[in-house]
């Protein structure tokens, strides 16, 4: 099951320019995190951002949340060449059975930076 | 402190095969977590372990299956290996208890690559 999906799928911009990825959930979330994968590799956790936080800042990164509109954003500022790779948001889904909850992941948006 | 490391970075079986890949979390951390990636795809969750015990399962058939040790090590096998078996598997561990909302961040493997020829 996808829980979360991003948009755009791909993104193409030039260094120094600001890059900005949404993800949209469908369930209530305790809280939704962000995650960066390059080519081939594992994930890396980038920031997470509880359900009664709005905004969230790391360094170049600015993560937004709504829970009402339940949408997150992501945005990279000045980005560079090394920025270049997949971002997830990923979502805690509660299994209604078992009450279990697990981190499930969007489909990605892919972005490239050229130089 | 040390990462998450998986083995073998690269696997090719043939169909009908079975498979085991292993991981090894990072110090502390009590659980783990399998996932298969497919390419362009996100990961899909497959299971979770807490201190040895299965506790919880994604959408995927009994014959992906998984152990894991005291030693902070897990094992993820898969039986009758199938074409679409084809992934990047990724195994991530969290200080986390288990069946919790996830209030920590994932560490994760840079994962096997199976191919199922």
């Known amino acids: 099951s996808q829980q979360g999906e991003e948009d755009p799928q791909a993104l193409s911009i030039q ?3 600001n890059a900005t990825m949404n993800c949209s959930y469908k369930t209530s979330i305790n809280n939704l995190q962000w995650y960066r994968q390059n080519s081939g590799r594992g994930l890396v956790h980038l920031i997470l951002i509880r359900s009664n936080e709005r905004e969230k800042h790391s360094g170049r990164l600015r993560v937004t949340l709504d829970t009402s509109k339940k949408s997150s954003s992501l945005l990279i500022t000045a980005s560079r060449a090394a920025d270049t790779a997949s971002y997830f948001c990923a979502t805690d ?21 050229s130089p | ?28 951390h009590n659980t783990v977590s399998w996932y298969q990636q497919a390419l362009g795809q996100g990961p899909q969750f497959i299971f979770q ?18 152990l894991q040790f005291p030693n902070y090590s897990s094992e993820l096998n898969v039986n009758a290996l199938e074409l679409d078996d084809s992934a990047l598997y990724l195994c991530a561990s969290s200080p986390g208890a288990a069946g919790s909302s996830y209030n920590s961040p994932l560490h994760f493997g840079n994962g096997t690559r199976l191919t199922v020829t």
Do not use: A, D, M, W
């Open chain 1, 15 to 17: 260094e120094g320019e």
């Open chain 2, 49 to 66: 372990y807490y201190r040895e015990e299965e506790n919880g399962r994604g959408n995927f058939p009994p014959r992906f299956s998984g």
């Open chain 1, 93 to 113: 889904l509660l299994e209604g059975n078992t009450g279990f909850q697990k981190l499930v992941f969007g489909t990605g948006t892919r972005l490239l930076v």
């Open chain 2, 1 to 28: 402190e040390t990462g998450v490391t998986q083995s073998p970075t690269h696997l090719i079986k043939t169909r009908g095969q079975q498979v085991t890949l292993r991981c090894s979390s990072q110090s502390g």
